[in-house]
């Protein structure tokens, strides 16, 4: 019984470092066509600007619903860097406490984004990915 217990904690170990290890570096290669691995340098205008271009827009370019309430404009570079009316959404290095990021995956009350997207209002993983390692890698304009 006891090795029962002492294996069942190993996999239980094993298993969330697993889970660690994906969180950071690896990528599902499906649909990989985004350079999200945190070590490679992520580009703001080559894979960061097109995902906001696709999928956040639409609800944050001037005049849209998005910059009316909130004033968060994803159109540039420093217009993301402004943030919103209340302040900055991007912490350079610290993609755990940027709104930006912390919103992809879980909900500050009550908003998530994209908003609306799809059932779970959630975008692809590697999309996440790939602006949470924008952000951790220092936020450049580059
Ligand atoms: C369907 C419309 C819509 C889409 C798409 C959308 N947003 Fe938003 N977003 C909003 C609205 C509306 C607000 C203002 C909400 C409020 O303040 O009540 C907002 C606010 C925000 C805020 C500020 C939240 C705060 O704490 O004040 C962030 C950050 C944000 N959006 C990021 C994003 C990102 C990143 C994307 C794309 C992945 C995105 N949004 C896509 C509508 C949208």
Redesign the pocket.
């Known amino acids: 019984m006891k090795t029962r217990i002492l294996v069942c904690g190993i996999m239980t170990a094993a298993l969330s470092f697993n889970a660690a290890a994906a969180d950071d570096t690896s990528l599902p290669s499906a649909q990989g066509a985004m350079r999200a691995s945190s070590k490679s340098e992520v580009s703001f205008k080559n894979d960061v600007m097109p995902?906001?271009q696709d999928?956040?827009i639409?609800?944050?370019a001037p005049g849209t619903?998005?910059v009316m309430?909130?004033g968060?404009d994803?159109t540039s570079y420093e217009n993301l860097m402004k943030g919103?009316v209340?302040g900055p959404?991007v912490i350079p290095g610290d993609s755990a406490s940027s709104?930006?990021t912390k919103?992809?995956t879980g909900t500050?009350?009550g908003?998530k984004?994209?908003?609306?997207?799809n059932a779970e209002g959630t975008?692809d993983i590697q999309y996440i990915m790939t602006?949470r390692n924008w952000v951790k890698q220092g936020a450049k304009n580059n």
């Open positions: 995902i906001l999928h956040c639409s609800c944050h619903k998005g309430k909130s968060l994803l919103t209340f959404v709104t930006f919103l992809l500050n009350k908003l984004m994209p908003m609306g997207l975008l602006l």
